[in-house]
């Protein structure tokens, strides 16, 4: 799985040199860090977050019933 180039703290979030016909951001993998997902005409690309797990004994986000409805809006109203 590819990563998210590092980030230093003084410089601007480090950005993704791809095109994207459809972007999605979710927590996928289950341990509450988000990954960015990118479709490109027939390519699928998942980047993950390689930041250290914030709360490895919590449970997952997809069990908290609000990130459910946030992320199903999204992707409906999404183009």
Known sequence: M???PSESSAAAP????EQADRLYVADVTGDWREE???LNR???HVYENRAANPRPNERRLWETRNYRR???CH???SP
Not at 14 to 17: K, M, V, Y
């Open 36 to 38: 960015i997902i990118v």
């Open 75 to 77: 992707n409906y109203y």
């Open 70 to 72: 946030l992320k199903q």
């Open 2 to 4: 590819p990563r998210l």
């Open 42 to 44: 027939n390519e699928l």
């Open 14 to 17: 480090p950005r993704i040199a």
